[in-house]
T-cell receptor
Framework: EAGVTQFPSHSVIEKGQTVTLRCDPI?????LYWYRRVMGKEIKFLLH????????ESGMPNNRFLAERTGGTYSTLKVQPAELEDSGVYFC??????????????FGPGTRLTVL | AQSVAQPEDQVNVAEGNPLTVKCTYS??????LFWYVQYPNRGLQFLLK??????LVKGSYGFEAEFNKSQTSFHLKKPSALVSDSALYFC????????????FGDGTTLTVKP
């Protein structure tokens, strides 16, 4: 069974440009999460999809970030326009049908975003 | 609001010695606690979790963790460290009301020297 995959693994862009990150969850996983780790600090929650619906987007930092999950399969996270403080590692995770907060979340390898 | 503290950025131990990576948490309600490990260029890998029941939980690769409600701690331990245990470790907490959203600590880099 393939794990969670993320693309690209690294992205270097200039301030003001647009970047789109992609996450492919484990097949059949309804729950998809985006997290990010900035400047070696804690991994912070961004948002949670259940199928194609946004269950919780309380962690999205501002309106420069747009997440979508069309058809309830893969998800994209677009940053437009990117700012220096957006640099960090963006993780995606997925889990099966929600049966409580303790469903194991499977994480992807992350996308390292550098904004110059 | 929930939070997790990992007070040590770095832990160094000699191979064969016991290791402890510390974690304390703050939540409203019953916590669900997790440890993850990240090896270079890899995603987070689940190690173990505490949901309910026995305070001592055992996980992958010989790791274990003890839930201490009075001290709000969930320290990760291993009786005998291996060089291959060297990695970045994250503690995380969830509560049942937030549908799986995890709150993580800053991470602790464990280095095991031969």
């Amino acid at each position: 069974e393939a794990g969670v995959t993320q693309f690209p693994s690294h992205s270097v862009i200039e301030k003001g440009q647009t970047v789109t990150l992609r996450c492919d969850p484990i097949s059949g996983h309804d729950n998809l999460y985006w997290y990010r780790r900035v400047m070696g600090k804690e991994i912070k929650f961004l948002l949670h999809f259940v199928k194609e619906s946004k269950q919780d987007e309380s962690g999205m930092p501002n309106n420069r970030f747009l997440a979508e999950r069309t058809g309830g399969t893969y998800s994209t996270l677009k940053v437009q326009p990117a700012e220096l403080e957006d640099s960090g590692v963006y993780f995606c995770a997925s889990s099966q049908e929600w049966r409580g907060a303790y469903n194991e979340q499977f994480f992807g390898p992350g996308t390292r975003l550098t904004v110059l | 609001a929930q939070s997790v503290a990992q007070p040590e950025d770095q832990v160094n131990v000699a191979e064969g010695n016991p290791l402890t990576v510390k974690c304390t948490y703050s939540v409203s309600g019953n916590p669900y606690l997790f440890w993850y490990v990240q090896y270079p260029n890899r995603g987070l890998q689940f190690l173990l979790k505490y949901i309910t029941g026995d305070n001592l939980v055992k996980g992958s690769y010989g790791f274990e963790a003890e839930f201490n409600k009075s001290q709000t701690s969930f320290h990760l331990k291993k009786p005998s460290a291996l060089v291959s245990d060297s990695a970045l470790y994250f503690c995380a907490v969830r509560v049942n009301t937030n549908a799986g959203k995890s709150t993580f600590g800053d991470g602790t880099t464990l280095t095991v020297k031969p």
